[in-house]
């Protein structure tokens, strides 16, 4: 019989977003490059165009699958659009990268708790953060960002991606 940890390795080798990350998340981040030809998703970190993603509407969220290095590695981008009833347009499937000076946060959900560590049983390093500040995205595992805020730098789940409001 197979241990938890060799299934679960053998299932992460079968999806291929999770084949060339060194690390495997699953987080939605928000488009925050500025470039007003598009967002470029690459083929490998630093390699090859194969979309360019131009935000049409109010703004692009990502799925975030992986991170090697500075590169984030996505399997989706859906275009928001408030004047849609809620329905996000997927506008692009695949498996890509895209550079983390490209891709951010709103901010945090208000009350937001940031860790010391990818683990909610890891010591609390800001607790009821507020929501509207400044955060910057640095790394992700699991279903957890690691984040710069004033106070400092952790892991937290509590993030917000909405571009138009803050997360309350």
């Known amino acids: 019989m197979m241990r938890p940890a060799a299934v679960a390795l053998a299932l992460l080798s079968l999806i291929p977003s999770a ?6 998340c699953s987080i939605t981040v928000d488009v ?3 470039d007003p030809k598009g967002l ?11 979309a360019t993603l131009v935000d049409k509407a109010d ?31 997927v506008i692009w499937r695949g498996h ?10 709103s901010g945090l959900q208000q009350g937001a708790t940031i860790y010391a560590d990818h683990d909610v ?15 910057t995205l640095l790394g992700c595992w699991g279903a957890f ?13 509590e993030v917000c991606t909405n571009e138009n409001t803050t997360c309350s």
């Open 59 to 89: 703004w692009i969220e990502l799925h975030v699958v992986g991170q090697s290095g500075d590169w984030f590695a996505i399997d989706r981008a859906n275009q928001v659009d408030n004047n849609s009833m809620g329905e996000d347009i």
């Open 96 to 105: 890509g990268y895209v550079h983390k000076s490209t891709i951010g946060l």
């Open 19 to 24: 084949r060339a990350a060194d690390v495997i």
């Open 40 to 50: 470029n998703v690459r083929a490998a970190p630093g390699g090859k165009i194969i």
């Open 121 to 135: 049983k890891s010591r609390v390093l800001v607790k009821n953060a507020a929501g509207d500040q400044k955060v």
């Open 32 to 34: 925050t490059d500025t």
């Open 145 to 157: 960002y690691q984040v710069h805020v004033a106070k400092g730098t952790g892991w937290t789940r």
